[in-house]
């Protein structure tokens, strides 16, 4: 408000006043020679725009003036002799007017003369002349100005309180998400952050929430993880130590019963290490601290190379494998970790195929560049909602009867493996049907 009254206010001013000039010696001309038209009116607008009028006839005698400068004016003042000389301007221009911003020598204000010949130019019936001055009346101008200062001066304090109650009704809601974040924070997972009020907070609160229930899904499977290690870690440990304790106090002196104890104690340690290695791998896989050592080699003989592995124990406990993996397909991979992918699909296979103890292991060659390993099972299959939790770190079905050794991270290693080798990985799984888990590896046919 300020700037436009300071800086607006004259020119604004100035092109009023012109409009007005303009406007009155026009209403002038227009009554001219009317004998209806009174210089009442004359009067009336040269008082209510502050100007100086004069009428002359068409041999210079003035018949009308109305001096509202008190002789100030340059129409009537000491400067009326250069009237002529506007006049003259006036009677030589085309249109028929002189229009000028002449400075008023008594007051040094800028001011405005228009004289205008009526009638033919060469043979004239009169001429009008105005004068006004271009600059705001310094009273009113100060009277607004004062106004506007006042006015600013409220409206500040008036934007002084709103703001202090604005600020309030934001800072309700902002509150109340802090002081749940400091709970959050505090390990109070289960807070609900309250953002009501603005979308903005809402937003916020939302986000909070869902940042709040995966701490506490993290949290939980920390927590499963630690009982599940531990209960895994106390199974063999308690073995290690009974079969031990057999020995020192029994069997010591029995060769036959010492072998087998010895044997069940190195069973037992391959148990402890597997869930150790486990971990290990796992802990270094996500902080993204292993290297692949890439070779190039055929998957397909490493299928069957692992598969011939598992002979013995297809034969000792009844386990059925089909596995069919015949066209030869070379990737280009770190052997150990694929070796480890598949140990771990086909260690799960086994633990939940059903009653027909059998798993399936295919190699489809896709396209030339493209093969893709199923395996298998003929187990209860998967519920839908647990999918996207199976290869979470740590998630593990509850109840399991194991015939292989499992900790709940194989599909984690599972994932993360693949995940560094770029592969498209899977499962299809129908309720009481099976699951097929499955991978896919770019590389060429052939040796
Ligand atoms: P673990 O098998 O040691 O529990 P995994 O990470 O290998 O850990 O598997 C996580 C969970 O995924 C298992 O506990 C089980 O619930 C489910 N799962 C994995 N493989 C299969 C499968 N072939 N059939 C049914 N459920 C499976």
Known sequence: MWFTFVVSLESNYKTMKTKDIVNIAGYILEGWGNSSFTTDKIDEIAYENNMCVL???SRGFPIYSYDMMADNCLIHGSHSLELFAYRAEAITSDTGFYYAEIENPRFNNNTLLFVMVVGDRKNPDGYIYLNTSLEPVKSTA?????????????????GLVIAYFL????????????????KLGQGEYNISFDGRGY?????????????????????????????NISHDLRTPLTMVKAYAEMIRDLSGDNPVKREEHVNIIIEESDRLATLVNDILDLSKLESGNTELNVT???????INDIMDRYTLFSEQKGYKFIVTAETPF???????KIQQVLYNLINNAINYTGPDKTVYITQIIKDKKTVRIDITDTGEGIDEELIPLIFDRYYRAEKSKREVIGT??????VKQVLRKHECRFGVRSEKGIGSTFWFEMTGKLGL
Do not use: H, W
């Not at 979308?199 to 630690?226: G, M």
């Not at 190039?296 to 490493?302: L, Q, Y």
């Not at 709940?408 to 290693?413: F, M, Q, T």
């Open 167 to 182: 600020a309030r009704l934001i800072e309700t809601p902002i509150g109340r998400i802090t002081r749940s974040a400091k």
């Open 199 to 227: 979308t903005e907070t809402e937003a916020l609160a939302e986000t909070l929430n869902y940042a709040a229930s995966e701490i506490s899904k993290v949290d939980n499977l920390r927590r499963d993880l630690i009982a």
């Open 408 to 413: 709940g991270l194989g599909l984690s290693i």
């Open 330 to 336: 070379m990737v280009k991979a770190d052997q150990v």
């Open 55 to 57: 009428i002359q006839n």
């Open 296 to 302: 190039e080699f055929c998957i397909t003989d490493v």
């Open 142 to 158: 100060e009277i607004i100005q004062r106004q506007v200062l006042g006015i600013s001066i409220l409206m500040f304090i008036l």
